[in-house]
């Protein structure tokens, strides 16, 4: 294995591109508590290019309204960890891309940031498909324990990878870490 990356996250980008090379299915992530670590893990791997359409890394507010066209009024009302900014994410994912499935991540790693409502750890996660009903919202949040921003990172990204792996529809499909 030829990887700066940690065996766990490589293996699953692994598993992510010979799934979605079988299903014939373009993938991209729109990140933001994660810095691109989706999209290094996934082109960790050789031949990643027959399914990996890119990812797009939206930390600022301002990024995610002009790249993927989240609304500034969802921004403000939900902010920017919130189910409602990781669909609008997700689902401008798909309009500024040529892929089938896309995954939007947005969270809070730390070790500052957090809230009562939102303490680190908390990642929200979005997942949007090429034709599928814009009302039908597949999203949902995670707490990770924190144990430091790069455990809160390498956790979210896990599971962005799992739900970019075909046959699964949902967050609730998704292992949670172990403790």
Known sequence: MDTILPSELFDAAQRVVEE??????????????????????????????????????????????????????????FGAVSIATAWSMAQGLIEVTEADVGVAITGIAGPGGGTEKKPVGTVVFARAERGGDPQHVVADSRFFPVEGRGNVRLQAALCALELLRPGVSGLEEVAPPAP
């Open 20 to 77: 979605n090379r079988a299903a014939g299915r373009r993938i991209a992530v729109a990140e933001s508590c994660t810095g691109g670590l989706v999209s290094a893990a996934i082109t960790a791997i050789a031949g990643s290019s027959d399914v990996f359409e890119g990812g797009l890394v939206t930390y600022s507010n301002e990024l995610k309204a002009k790249v993927l066209n989240v609304s500034t009024d969802v921004l403000e009302t």
